[in-house]
């Protein structure tokens, strides 16, 4: 590993690093609302971004997924999956300069000129609870926020095409894993699950049929209702069930099965 | 791209390449017996691998793949889809060194450096019809075959994993998407499909429900049985029905659909 140096991030240098291999991580999480993207926003220049970096020569490529996304945005998260490689020629023609020389360390200037080499990036996924998460920038950013999906501005190089893939791979994913126990509170209605497969597929479900398709699967536990001493009648809550859920992600859910 | 040179194969040289990056093919065939994957065994040294290579400074990485095949196994794939990219810092550690540098023309020897380099490789997955495929060497290789998949030898450096990742892939796939319109002829019998299935699941299948389930997914045509003249009865046999094929390659088949 590359060990810290004083007064400057962790960078490092440019031979500390992999040629032409960077990683970009999209961070998605939901907040009962809507499913949101955790993006940078860089200093001076002002452009928004995924939280990438680069693999050190003797990391393992997942580790590095983990190790960036902690350094660009604080959060720890032990799990990254990897989604897909992104190896166009074209994938950051046309793209301005995104870092401002002034911003940089002067051992990362060297980076400038290693960054016009052509990247091939690879894309890693992770789902979060945001309420549980508290972001904050790097040294190279301004800000760091979870951003709703429908409000994503123009993003760097070909970023908003790595988020539009991410969240292709969520919606077929759905129809072969259940989904939502790291997005989800520890409890959470029937109509807030279905709500958000409905923000995860872009449209409306019908709702009886969903909630005897997720009873169904049985990795739902109900719990009993709270007196509510209202006049309104207070809505079942559910909680996975941890050792159903992992059994199910095992083996899939297949419509041979 | 790189011009070929007289008497010496398609390499070019060293320069012409991204460093650090490589490519691997998992072409899959079904032989309506069993599942088999092509692979090359290397000339002298005599170790089996993928067909695998490098990926031109100028190129897309989609088309290096079809390049790669197509320069190493003469197999012509317009669509080889990439599966997963493996970036273990041990992923070819330990391995001997597979290439003799007798067998390579003098530019390419300098590769054999180059090689002992760190290399992430995004593996790429296609199904095709074994029958239609005239397979050969290319000039680092002795033969180029179809391996039946429980009969696959040590593969070099991580290949045997790269292998057992695609073949995971297409287990979970099959959970969401119908399989085998590449795999097999044209017309086939239900058994013959259901013998597809059991063999990428690894598991018996219940006949019964697998056709009704098959036929209710709505793109397999009936057609009408062949005189046979003989004492036993012909089966049916099926077709792919390509628009609406493609109509559930598009949209999955869920199990909330």
Request: with cysteine.
């Amino acid at each position: 590993m590359v060990p810290k140096k004083e007064n400057t991030p962790y960078f490092g240098e440019v031979s500390d690093y992999l040629p032409g291999i960077s990683i970009d991580c999209v961070v998605v999480g939901f907040d009962l609302q809507q499913l949101n993207i955790l993006l940078l926003k860089m200093k001076d220049g002002g452009h928004w971004g995924l939280p990438g970096g680069f693999v050190h020569k003797d990391e393992d490529m997942d580790r590095a997924a983990s190790r960036i996304l902690e350094e660009r945005t604080g959060i720890k998260l032990p799990y990254l999956k990897q989604f897909h490689t992104f190896g166009d020629t074209q994938r950051r023609a046309n793209s301005p300069n995104f870092f401002s020389e002034s911003s940089l360390p002067e051992q990362f200037r060297d980076m400038l000129t290693w960054l016009q080499n052509r990247f091939i990036s690879t894309g890693y996924l992770s789902l979060v609870d945001m309420r549980n998460s508290a972001p904050s920038p790097d040294y190279l950013s301004e800000s760091c926020q979870w951003i709703p999906v429908d409000s994503i501005p123009e993003l760097m190089y070909d970023h908003n095409q790595i988020v539009h893939k991410a969240l292709e791979q969520i919606r077929n994913q759905i129809n072969y894993l259940p989904i939502g126990i790291s997005l989800l509170p520890e409890k959470f209605t029937m109509k807030e699950y279905q709500f958000l497969y409905e923000e995860i597929l872009q449209k409306k479900l019908d709702r009886a049929n969903f909630q005897k398709k997720m009873l169904k699967l049985g990795f739902l536990d109900r719990h009993e209702k709270q007196l509510s001493g209202g006049a309104h009648k207070a809505p079942f809550l559910y909680a996975f069930n941890r050792d159903k859920y992992e059994e199910l992600v095992e083996k899939g859910i297949g419509y041979l099965s």
